[in-house]
């Protein structure tokens, strides 16, 4: 059973299905004015608009296989953390121990927050900002302080 949970996401501002939308106008409207130009001579304009979208094509896969990125903390009854990293639909699972649990985080801006228990270390927090990552180490704490109190 889940006792506290948090979603580290992305900031996207488009999701994989409105930009494959955008992509097929976007295609149409510069397919149709490259064969208004093939029409009157101007062929080239066709080579270099199918060039121009296959490049748009490539850099919006890489955007949408990333668009779902996030990192999954959970706070677990039987005493453990729960740390999913999911990147471009790869999930890696780790089991961290609460009673053993170091929480590090680096002193610099893109500094990361590292998670370590018995020999396994984690670093999540690498889609918040600064200021987020420090509020997220402090609810942290206090969510394993307060497991830790007799009774709780």
Not at 27 to 34: G, I, K, L, Q, Y
Not at 80 to 102: G, H, M, N, P, T
Request: glycine fraction near 6%; proline fraction near 1%.
């Amino acid at each position: 059973m889940i006792k506290r949970e948090w979603d580290l996401r992305r900031n996207c501002a488009i999701a994989p299905r409105q930009l494959g939308f955008f992509y097929v106008i976007l295609c149409a409207t510069s397919m149709a004015v490259a064969i208004a130009f093939t029409l009157r001579g101007a062929w080239f304009v066709l080579l270099f608009a199918v060039l121009e979208m296959s490049a748009v094509a490539v850099a919006f896969l890489i955007y949408a296989r990333h668009a779902t990125d996030r990192e999954h903390i959970a706070m677990l009854d039987d005493g453990y953390l729960l740390v999913e990293l999911i990147q471009a639909q790869e999930i890696r699972q780790f089991k961290l121990d609460l009673r053993s649990i170091r929480i590090a985080v680096q002193e610099t801006k893109k500094g990361l927050i590292g998670l370590e228990a018995l020999g396994t270390r984690v670093e999540v927090g690498q889609f918040l900002t600064e200021w987020k990552r420090r509020e997220f180490v402090r609810e942290l704490r206090q969510e394993i302080q307060r497991r830790s109190l007799p009774g709780a």
